[in-house]
T-cell receptor, first 114, second 113 residues
Framework: KQEVTQIPAALSVPEGENLVLNCSFT??????LQWFRQDPGKGLTSLLL?????REQTSGRLNASLDKSSGRSTLYIAASQPGDSATYLC?????????????FGKGTHLIIQP | NAGVTQTPKFRILKIGQSMTLQCAQD?????MYWYRQDPGMGLKLIYY???????DKGEVPNGYNVSRSTTEDFPLRLELAAPSQTSVYFC????????????FGNGTRLTVT
């Protein structure tokens, strides 16, 4: 059974710092990995999707990497801003391409101090 | 662009009552999902559907039922509500292709007392 772990569970840093969030998964036979952002009282928003054939994906100040062989992904946030404060979750398909859903980590709760 | 719409936003039920959580998407997505999110426990998949008329159980289906009569709608039915069903429920959808992002609604916060 696929299991996803995120470290740290919570992180508080001053504005302007670069930071890294970690995600690990137990079954490396994945088609893709997604990073999501969740604001309090809201649903999840997909930030980045990395296909299994890719090593990195970038969107603005966000960069996600994927190392399938070691079962790890990282989300790098450059020049953090208070508006980046949210919970960040990673997820991988239960099986195959994900038609039967994603399994999620418990998330990293991020606070950026002004 | 409505995306995925969930109603109601909040609901309080008494033990033993029943209700239906509504989910509709206007993106013509074939795949739809129901998740529940409990504090400190992450998201757990309840049911999913890969198209109209097709549904299947996820990780935690007990106490719930679903139907998918149209591409747009995927309601979740709670029969005989129990305190253990107190949670935030999210509906999500994606196109029927590999490597497509998942789109979430804003959730329904349900309390069973």
């Amino acid at each position: 059974k696929q299991e996803v772990t995120q470290i740290p569970a919570a992180l508080s840093v001053p504005e302007g710092e670069n930071l890294v969030l970690n995600c690990s998964f137990t079954d490396s036979a994945i088609y893709n990995l997604q990073w999501f952002r969740q604001d309090p009282g809201k649903g999840l928003t997909s930030l980045l999707l990395i296909q299994s054939s890719q090593r990195e994906q970038t969107s603005g100040r966000l960069n996600a990497s994927l190392d399938k062989s070691s079962g790890r992904s990282t989300l790098y946030i450059a020049a953090s801003q208070p508006g980046d404060s949210a919970t960040y979750l990673c997820a991988v398909p239960y099986s195959g391409g994900g038609a039967d859903g994603l399994t999620f980590g418990k998330g990293t709760h991020l606070i950026i101090q002004p | 662009n409505a995306g995925v719409t969930q109603t109601p936003k909040f609901r309080i039920l008494k033990i033993g009552q029943s209700m239906t959580l509504q989910c509709a998407q206007d993106m013509n997505h074939n795949y739809m999902y129901w998740y529940r999110q409990d504090p400190g426990m992450g998201l757990k998949l309840i049911y999913y559907s890969v198209g109209a008329g097709i549904t299947d159980k996820g990780e935690v289906p007990n106490g719930y039922n679903v139907s998918r009569s149209t591409t747009e709608d995927f309601p979740l039915r709670l029969e005989l509500a129990a305190p253990s069903q107190t949670s935030v429920y999210f509906c999500a959808s994606s196109p029927a292709t590999y490597n497509s992002p998942l789109h979430f609604g804003n959730g329904t916060r349900l309390t069973v007392t």
